[in-house]
């Protein structure tokens, strides 16, 4: 049976035939999609071991200043490597604390200027850090991957989904926040070195991670609409794509589920296939190529202009007047 969602007026429907063709695309070629997952977090900075105190507060202090970015996340991770190599005995939090937030400021914005839009700044984010510093410093001796044992004495259950909410409401105490970012910084700290999902810094295993959704943002709905799990039915959209999480949120678990795949799993290879559906910029090396009917009929407003206000606003199905490619980003990928 086809599950509808409403919105207002607007009606879509999971398509149940397309969402069994992506699953086993998927699951009969396991190696190369999991090869997708590999992205710049993944990139330690030199010197730095696979699971050590470093690695997590290398994780934790880069998710935590992901925030309102001017240029891709891959120069975020490399500023951050590079902070990282240049300053490795400023970055322990107890030395951060030591030298006061202005000193570390100065430090901290030689790497990150003009990485950000305002009103944020490399001064903002510093500041954060430092507040971050302070909070692991008291709580668990500065160590990031001493926060699962924090939760397990606090809660007395071990429960991965209760955690990452757990993890959420430590906002206010200066962790990472946003679901997009949380998730990051979670599924990292849960990775082996193998890049697989499990017996990570936080010592989960798969089974216990199955029922943690992806992050919704507007690559994977862009990466949805365009491979067909969800289709338009009947009237438009024009809001904001977050309006659309709950029936792209159930596709893509779905999907997870028929492909024997971990749902953050997911998450960096649609997240790359749906910047450039988002685009309209196909790969002709796309993992989804033989199985994507190339659904281009939505478009984000933002992509029109420079990024503004209207840079999460989807309009879906877009008229002929919009199709125009009059645009240098918005050009046909058929």
Not at 149 to 163: E, M, P, T
Not at 254 to 261: C, F, L
Not at 319 to 327: G, T
């Amino acid at each position: 049976m086809l599950k509808r969602y409403w919105i207002n007026s607007f009606c879509v429907e999971i398509d149940g035939g397309q969402i069994d063709r992506v699953s086993r695309h998927i699951y009969f070629n396991k190696k190369d999609f999991l090869r997708l997952t590999c992205g710049p977090e993944h990139v330690l900075p030199r010197g730095v071991e696979w699971g050590s105190l470093e690695h997590a507060l290398y994780l934790t202090y880069t998710c935590l200043i992901d925030y309102n970015l001017k240029r891709v996340a891959d120069d975020l991770w490399s500023a951050s490597r590079k902070l990282f190599e240049n300053n490795l005995e400023e970055l322990y939090p107890e030395n951060i604390v030591k030298v006061g937030p202005e000193r570390f400021a100065s430090i901290f914005k030689t790497y990150f200027r003009n990485l950000y839009r305002a009103p944020t700044s490399p001064e903002k984010m510093a500041l954060r850090v430092y507040t971050t510093a302070k909070y692991l410093l008291k709580t668990v001796n500065g160590d990031p991957r001493k926060i699962l044992d924090l939760y397990l004495n606090s809660v007395k259950r071990r429960d991965a989904q209760d955690f990452l909410n757990w993890l959420k409401r430590q906002k206010y105490n200066g962790l990472p926040s946003g679901d997009k970012v949380i998730k990051l910084w979670f599924r990292t700290m849960c990775e082996s070195k193998e890049i697989e999902l499990g017996n990570g810094m936080w010592n989960f295993q798969r089974h216990e991670l199955a029922k943690i959704p992806m992050p919704i943002d507007k690559n994977i709905i862009s990466a949805g609409i365009a491979l067909g799990l969800v289709k338009a039915i009947e009237g438009r959209f024009e809001g904001s794509f977050s309006d659309l999480n709950e029936p792209f949120n159930h596709a893509w678990m779905v999907v997870a589920e028929k492909s024997q795949t971990l749902p953050l799993e997911l998450d960096e290879p649609v997240w790359k296939t749906g910047r450039n559906c988002r685009r309209k910029k196909c790969q002709p090396n796309c993992f989804f190529n033989p199985v994507c009917p190339k659904i281009i009929n939505f478009m984000f407003k933002g992509e029109k202009t420079m990024p503004g206000k209207e840079w999460d606003v989807l309009m879906w199905p877009i008229s002929q007047r919009e199709k125009r490619p009059n645009h240098k980003n918005f050009q046909t990928c058929l």
